[in-house]
């Protein structure tokens, strides 16, 4: 028996709580890993609360990222006492995820953890740092530079968010932090935004056409804040879409596309390729200070989820949740 978060839906309607759970509720996997941190993700709070059909089997250990040590692997790759991560590829939705102490996966769907970071630090970053770095990569790749004008960041409090502005801070570029929370320009600032913006200014219906600001954008909000982001992004410019906050519709024009040439790039973190995950990782590595770390993160126990997950959704939580699931 092991501690962790479980959801279940039955006759008693949709429920997720800590539990002592047995062993035989993990699914097959070549890989056994003793779980020493999870996170908390917006995904994971749809989940949770079922205010979303995240979870697509039941019960459901929920968690779409982990950090622990193998102790039991199949697998030529890993061997007992290995570090490894795991982000994304349905666990937490169809596979028995994270926020437990206990993990059985699939040895494909595994990284080493960079020697660069602790544990912990992984999971400070996790999918939120993750999805930042592969978001900054797909700018850098459509030719968006540092001196090509200033970076829009939408979602900014959130944990891409909060990874997407220190990121691009630190190599150089000039970042406007798009916010419903004013209250927190100070934490935004602290993290290399050279602006802050209100939300409201972006969420509302808009023009076809606004006037060119942005070189690039980075948003995790969707909806009508995708759409006006498009609508004022410079010729040329590239927005990376990995969000829905706001919604998943997208009320758009063609207009931005064929008349200034932007690029909408979509950013899927979920079953990126092992490449491409190690890519980001080791660009995070290279780039992020131990500093970030301490400006970004809170760390909860497991008998806290449940309850914090109500916050996120609730739009309450600032930059990344670290759960210690051994903490007592």
């Known amino acids: 028996m ?15 709580a800590l539990q002592n759970i047995d062993d035989n509720t993990l699914p097959e996997g070549d890989v056994s890993v003793n779980v020493l941190y999870s996170t908390l993700n917006y995904k994971d709070g749809l989940a949770i609360t079922g205010n979303a059909p995240v979870v697509r089997a039941f019960p459901m250990i929920p968690g779409i990222d982990l950090v622990g040590v193998v102790e039991h692997s199949n697998s030529s790759q890993f061997n007992i006492g290995d570090i490894v991560i795991q ?27 960079p020697n660069a970071f602790t544990a912990k630090q992984s999971m400070i970053i ?3 740092g993750y999805t930042a770095m592969l978001s900054v990569i797909a700018l850098e790749k459509n ?23 220190a990121i691009l801070a630190k190599l150089g570029f000039t970042v406007v ?40 954008v980075i948003d995790s909000v969707g909806s009508h804040t995708l759409v006006n982001a498009c609508a004022s992004t410079k010729y040329g410019g590239t927005i990376a879409a990995c969000g829905l906050a706001q919604g998943m519709d997208f009320p758009a024009s063609v ?10 790039a979509g950013i899927d973190s ?56 051994q903490a007592d």
């Open 270 to 325: 979920v079953m990126r390729p092992i490449a491409d995950r190690k890519e980001a990782w080791q660009r995070l590595a290279d780039i992020l200070e131990p500093s970030v770390f301490d400006d970004i993160a809170k760390e909860i126990k497991l008998a806290e989820v449940v309850e914090t997950a109500n916050q996120l959704l609730a739009g309450k939580v600032r930059g990344r949740v670290v759960v210690d699931v």
């Open 177 to 216: 932090a798009s916010t419903g929370r004013m209250e927190e320009a100070s934490y935004l600032k602290s993290l290399g935004a050279s602006d802050v913006i209100h939300r409201d200014t972006l969420s509302n219906p808009g023009k076809p056409l606004a006037k060119e600001r942005w070189a690039g």
């Open 87 to 113: 982000n994304g590829f349905g666990v937490g939705e169809n596979h028995c995820g994270g926020l437990a102490q206990k993990a059985r996966l699939k040895s494909e769907w595994l990284i080493p953890l």
């Open 126 to 128: 996790g999918t939120a």
């Open 143 to 165: 030719g968006v530079t540092a001196d090509k004008g200033e970076i829009l960041v939408t979602g900014a409090n959130g944990g891409v968010g909060s990874f997407a502005i």
């Open 2 to 16: 092991f501690k962790g978060i479980l959801i279940n839906k039955d006759e008693q309607g949709y429920h997720a």
């Open 255 to 264: 207009a931005p596309f064929i008349l200034r040439g932007i690029t909408l």
